[in-house]
């Protein structure tokens, strides 16, 4: 089938719809950056997130895949990524400004890195494990994250429920990706706005079209200093 894109420019291309339906019309690039839907997500909607991942990534042909989750995310999740792609490292995505669900101290999220490691250049000789974002007040809105107890937070009231912080994705990038990012959970398009300003190719999928009009909208600003 010919698969249109929702949004596109010189850098950028965003499709609208499953990304087990376009993944086998598109091509992929090198390096899959992506925050999937996990198993105690706040995503009700989707009934086997398990599977909706192992379903993604058996349908993805990179080099690398990186996969960032939740420091309350179970990695038993992660089991769906194939044998061809290998372990290479893990990643601590720290936040300066943590808060709290419960007892739990959300200080950091998490990624976990796959597949061939990406070439030696300077600035990147050897392949860090660490992020620090910083700019707690840089966000589309605020999901009452960084700002003590996140137990009220209300996430359906939220124009995208689990916002991701631009430093950790823009810092993933330009650790891991060579010429060209994925993203077939793109949500509200960090992923796409950290490849564009890194100056890559970026290509992002996401099934809730009010979430692909916010990242169509972020790829036609001016300044890109923003997380989702």
Partial sequence: ??????????????????????????????????????PNSVFPKVKDPAA????????????????????????RFLAGVPASLPFLRTCWLAYAHPSYVGRILMGSDVAYAYGVAPSSRPGRKVLPGQCMAK?????????????????????????????????????LVSVF???????????TGTSLLAAKNAGLKAIGIEIEEAYCEIAAGRMGQEVFAFES
């Avoid at 499709?15 to 899959?32: A, F, V």
């Avoid at 960084?146 to 912080?165: A, C, F, I, M, Q």
């Avoid at 990706?177 to 077939?184: G, M, Q």
Wanted: proline share 7%.
């Fill in 52 to 75: 909706l991942f192992a379903e993604m990534c058996g349908l993805l042909h990179v080099e690398r895949l990186v996969v960032q989750l939740g420091c309350m995310s179970d990695p």
């Fill in 1 to 38: 089938m010919t698969v249109l894109p929702y949004y596109q420019d010189d850098l950028i291309t965003l499709y609208h719809g499953d990304c087990r339906d376009i993944l086998p019309e598109i091509e992929h690039g090198d390096t899959c950056i992506v925050d999937p839907v996990w």
């Fill in 177 to 187: 990706a060579e010429a060209s990012v994925i993203d077939p959970f793109i949500g």
């Fill in 135 to 171: 700019k707690n007040n840089q966000k589309l809105w605020h999901s009452g994250r960084g700002n003590g107890s996140s137990d009220t937070v209300k996430y359906d009231e939220l124009p995208h429920p689990s916002p991701r912080r631009y430093e950790h994705v823009a810092w």
